[in-house]
């Protein structure tokens, strides 16, 4: 399967505890975007990178959560001290560095935090 | 206001029916997607268009930039459109990317 994959794709945690989500783009894409999404919304823009650069974050991004993509390849999305507001879907998606090319998204990771 | 909005909300159509759903964006933009998003989360690419009209099978986009609204129209609707849709759009840069909340169709038998 050449698509988008993200790991795990479900997780239970307790508040408190901290999450890490790893999303491994298509390989030839080197933009790579982390959503979020709760029941009934569409998607949230979280922050993207450009090859290992993040260009953007979000103000829905506080500093619980940590995005990396070290080689420019997957991405890790880390959330600490989870709280139940964090409970949602996290989508990650890629795309090529031309402008507007569509994004082609993952599975996502669910999240609830008990 | 939310920069990026759909309606309706929610529809039922019987299969065959030629269905329409609506998007208007409050943003100046480089380009506008239409998404569908199955049961289960997986969400799917359907067009990019940033003028005019595109077409792919039974799928037809629209766009009008003047009126900031576009419209997603499905001829001979089946129940496997039954989907959550959704339009997001590209802002002017060509890097930040606002959803909108989505439009649940339904499609009986």
């Known amino acids: 399967d050449t698509g988008v994959s993200q790991n795990p794709r479900h997780k239970i945690t307790k508040r408190g505890q901290n999450v890490t989500f790893r999303c491994d783009p298509i390989?030839?894409?080197?933009?790579l975007y982390w959503y979020r999404q709760t029941l009934g919304q569409g998607p949230e823009f979280l922050t993207y990178?450009?090859?290992?650069?993040?260009?953007?974050k979000s103000r829905l991004l506080s500093d619980r959560f940590s995005a990396e993509r070290p080689k420019g390849s997957f991405s890790t999305l880390e959330i600490q001290r989870t709280e139940q507001g964090d409970s949602a879907m996290y989508l990650c998606?890629?795309?090529?560095?031309?402008?507007?090319?569509?994004?082609?998204f993952g599975p996502g990771t669910r999240l609830l935090v008990l | 206001k939310n920069e990026v909005e759909q309606s309706p909300q929610n529809l039922t159509a019987q299969e065959g029916e030629f269905i329409t759903i609506n998007c208007s964006y409050s943003?100046?933009?480089?380009?506008l997607h239409w998404l569908q998003q199955h049961p289960g989360g997986g969400i799917v690419s359907l067009f990019m268009?940033?003028?005019g009209k595109k077409k792919h099978g039974r799928l037809i986009a629209t766009i009008n930039i003047q009126e900031k609204h576009s419209s997603l129209h499905i001829t001979a609707s089946h129940p496997r459109d039954s989907a959550v849709y959704i339009c997001?759009?590209?802002?002017?840069?060509?890097?930040?990317?606002?959803f909108g909340p989505g439009t649940r169709l339904s499609v009986l038998p």
């Open positions: 943003v100046g933009i480089s380009a």
């Open positions: 268009l940033s003028s």
């Open positions: 390989s030839e894409h080197n933009r």
């Open positions: 990178f450009q090859n290992e650069a993040q260009l953007e």
């Open positions: 997001a759009v590209y802002d002017n840069y060509g890097q930040n990317f606002v």
């Open positions: 998606a890629s795309s090529l560095v031309v402008r507007e090319e569509t994004q082609y």
